[in-house]
């Protein structure tokens, strides 16, 4: 694709094609098993939402290069089942472009397809350039501990988790290439020297922000509208700062939308997101 300030309208996006893996079927969320997923109506176990959005991912990066790991953004939605071993395509197409060279924004919407779901999530992104991105005051996010008990999940103990404990992950080489590999990465950018983390790995600590701060039952992330704010480096140290941004039910399922900052080394923004999930599936009991 053609360089995005170069002031020319930029090339069609070449389509993705990646086979699902389930990376989560061990995890404490257990809508990634298969025998429980069935219990509630899916095939099998989902694959994780942050690992689609990984696959989704791929063709703003090879189109736009690190800047949009550095400073883009995105709407995305999961809107119907992946599962282990789905074969699939995204689709990106740009939409929307304004400025030249000094400033500007190029917007494109996102689709993933699968054949068995047809459409199963959708993403409109984009990538200004000409001032620094907007970051968030890191002091506006306090440090809180994880609990050492994590309480079962109710309305309840959602409301009050104000500030959210804050998980770690520390980044190593190894750390970056594994999960690259693990998502079927074929780009360079995330590994070897001067590698950046990817966009998936990143996100995945929202999820953690919720999971580690209570006791859920199967639960299903379907949305994030997401900002990086930098690049997230090997030698890094993120930490995932947040709090309840609001609680509300529809069709029966019980949701939560979390406002969380991931920081690099206790001072630097690198992705700030609304993070929305269904945190009581219909049928699952409070408590």
Same mark, same amino acid.
């Given at each position: ?25 061990? $995890? ?14 899916? +095939?099998? /176990? ?68 699968? /054949?068995?779901?047809? =459409?199963?999530?959708? +993403?409109?992104?984009? =990538? ?11 002091? +506006? ?22 500030? =959210? /404990?804050?998980?770690? =992950? ?6 970056? /290439? ?27 600590? +929202? ?31 993120? $930490? ?48």
């Amino acid at each position: 694709m053609t360089p995005v300030r170069s002031g020319e309208a930029p090339d069609p996006i070449p389509e993705y094609r990646v086979r699902a893996r389930n990376l989560s079927r061990d $995890s404490a969320n257990r809508i990634h098993d298969d025998a429980v997923a069935r219990r509630y109506g899916y +095939a099998g /176990g989902l694959v994780a939402g942050t690992t689609t959005w990984a696959y989704m991912s791929h063709p703003l990066v090879a189109a736009w290069g690190p800047d949009w790991l550095a400073r883009g953004t995105a709407h995305v939605r999961f809107l119907r089942p992946v599962y282990d071993g789905d074969e699939v395509s995204v689709r990106a197409r740009p939409v929307g472009r304004s400025g030249g060279e000094a400033a500007g924004e190029v917007v494109a919407e996102v689709e993933a397809h699968t /054949g068995g779901e047809g =459409l199963v999530a959708t +993403a409109v992104a984009g =990538l200004a350039w000409g001032a620094p991105p907007p970051a968030p005051d890191p002091a +506006a996010y306090p440090v809180a501990p994880l609990p050492a008990e994590p309480p079962v999940a109710t309305a309840e103990a959602l409301a009050r988790l104000d500030p =959210l /404990g804050a998980p770690t =992950l520390a980044l190593d080489g190894e750390t970056l /290439g594994r999960y690259a590999d693990e998502v079927g990465e074929p780009l360079s950018v995330y590994r070897g020297a001067g590698a950046v983390a990817h966009p998936g790995l990143v996100l995945q600590q +929202a999820n953690r922000a919720l999971s580690e701060n209570l006791r859920l039952g199967p639960w299903i992330h379907v949305a994030s509208d997401l900002a990086h704010c930098g690049l997230a480096r090997a030698g890094d140290r993120l $930490s995932a700062r947040g709090r309840v941004a609001r609680l509300f039910e529809r069709k029966g399922h019980r949701y939560v939308e979390l406002d969380v900052l991931v920081v690099a080394d206790g001072a630097r923004p690198v992705l700030h997101v609304r993070h929305t999930a269904i945190w009581q599936l219909q049928g699952g009991r409070d408590g």
